[in-house]
């Protein structure tokens, strides 16, 4: 029996997906919801590992199978300054390094390996991760919950009316979400977005002429900024497993 004490939004999380709430809110801030949520996801998982997770020995198991996170990942974990945490986790992925290189030979192709996408060598192939970085594949689980309820509820009003009155989605995230679903709607919002940026921008450029300058530069000043983001996402969220591959 539900207690009488729940409040509204506890019950509407319960009837709503995952992750629901979190997008109508980051709707509400600048630049594209979901990278913005992978970004918050992927620092608080940084965070959970090295103040919660770092002396259990699945975290120990799954850092060592993955030699340690990527390139961003593992640049951000050294952000969080938890130094002695980090010292504890990657003894572990530089003793995994140790017993993998251990007596492996180390007899390759010689510059016809160069023109191999994958490195035959024994030495290379035990110090090729069996599993992708952890954190990336936490961030792979949760933006395909974000896409889920992008599909699912853009005939939502509340949802809609939050996708309005945000930047819209960056160019990869809008792409994944309209190969699940779509609707005129839902299109013709994003589309808006991209149109407005456009005409922001000819307006810088039209007053960056200095032949032409008859005003200061106004909001438009950093559209050329807003275009690149709206085109790759925002930095980090994307292409971070390709170190591991
Ligand atoms: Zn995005
Ligand atoms: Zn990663």
Known sequence: MIPYTITDRKIKNMLTPFGYFDLIDAMAEPNCPVCRLLERDASKLLTTILY???TEPQTHATFRQSLGLCNVHGWQMAEQ???MSIAVLYSAVIDEALKQSKNRSHNGQGLRGLFNRVPRSELSNALTPDTPCPVCDKLDENQSRYMSVFAEK???????????????????????????????EFVITQRAKWQHLYDEMQE???????????????????????????????????????DNE
Request: proline content about 3%; hydrophobic content about 40%; charged content about 25%.
């Open 81 to 83: 300054g938890n130094v």
């Open 154 to 184: 853009m005939t939502d009003d509340r949802f809609m009316t939050a996708f309005k009155a945000s930047d819209g989605l960056c160019l990869n995230h809008f792409r994944q979400v309209v190969a699940l679903n779509s609707t005129p």
């Open 52 to 54: 919660e997770y770092v």
């Open 204 to 242: 810088f450029i039209r007053k960056y002429d200095p032949t032409k300058a008859d005003s200061a530069i106004g909001i438009e000043g950093d559209s050329w900024l807003r275009a690149i983001r709206q085109m790759v996402g925002e930095k980090g969220v994307f292409g971070k497993r390709s």
